[in-house]
């Protein structure tokens, strides 16, 4: 082969290379700004008085929040391949400013150096179970799998302790949380890093991998966030 032949090659493969990292780092900035307009307006929310008795005084208005955040999380998740990259970043930063509305009580209920504390801890796991996610070589398809089917049970079981509420099973069903969301972030960035690779070799448009990358934002998004709260009940200090 010759020395042209080289040039050629490395030059595609540094190309692919900054594809592929181009698109991961485009579903972090997009999953850093979700955190970052949540955790602001939930503490506007809880801050401004109006906002805050018009959100937390009123069930009604709760209600109709959280109905909402899951209508913008199912369009975008079942219409993700008929939206625009606009109307999925339409969708992401709605769901955003949404849950950090709904997600104001949590200054209401713990004290701020708890709430800074469980932060910096669920970055920490967050970090190394991502991590792992992304350089094993290990396909944790199947670990993905099983943590996605507990999900719907540890829904089951959240739902019917808030009839018949139990400290322990509370317990349990915290820790169940952590586990689950800390298996679900190692194999989703496995999975956001074989998508980096589609993109990268053209069998992802790179038109389109800018939408899925806001969908992979938003899978971290939420196993960010869930791993946050699940923590938080287990450790936080209430004030």
């Known amino acids: 082969m010759s020395e042209h032949s ?12 900054a594809v592929q990292a181009g698109f991961v780092n485009r579903v972090f900035g997009w999953m850093t700004a979700g955190l970052a307009i949540t955790g602001l307006v939930a503490w506007a ?27 913008v999380v199912f369009v975008m998740t079942l219409a993700i391949n008929k939206l625009s990259t606009a109307g999925a970043a339409a969708c992401f930063l709605a769901f955003s400013l949404l849950n950090g509305l709904t997600l104001s009580w949590i200054f209401v209920i ?6 800074a504390a469980t932060f910096f801890v669920t970055s920490g796991m967050f970090g ?8 094993t070589k290990r396909d944790l398809s199947g670990i993905g799998g099983i943590a996605f089917m507990a999900l719907f049970g ?3 079981a959240s739902i019917v302790n808030i009839f018949w509420f139990n400290t322990m099973v509370d317990k349990l ?4 949380g952590v ?17 980096s ?17 806001i969908y992979g934002a938003l899978e971290l998004y939420l196993d960010f966030i869930n791993l946050f709260l699940f923590l938080l009940r287990l450790f936080g200090g209430r004030k």
Request: hydrophobic share 50%; with cysteine; aromatic share 12%.
């Open 110 to 115: 713990y004290d701020l150096n708890s709430l």
């Open 179 to 195: 586990v689950i969301f800390t298996a679900l972030t190692a194999w989703d960035l496995q999975r956001i890093k074989q998508m």
């Open 128 to 135: 190394a179970a991502g991590l792992y996610g992304y350089v």
């Open 154 to 156: 540890l829904i089951i």
């Open 45 to 71: 929310a809880y801050d401004y008085a109006p906002l805050h008795d018009l959100i937390l005084g009123s069930r009604g208005t709760y209600t109709t929040l959280i109905i909402l955040e899951l209508v």
């Open 173 to 176: 069903i915290c820790y169940a």
């Open 197 to 213: 690779f589609a993109v990268a070799d053209g069998r992802i448009e790179e038109s389109v991998g800018r939408k899925y990358a």
């Open 6 to 17: 080289f040039d050629a090659l490395s030059a595609v493969t540094r190309d692919d290379a």
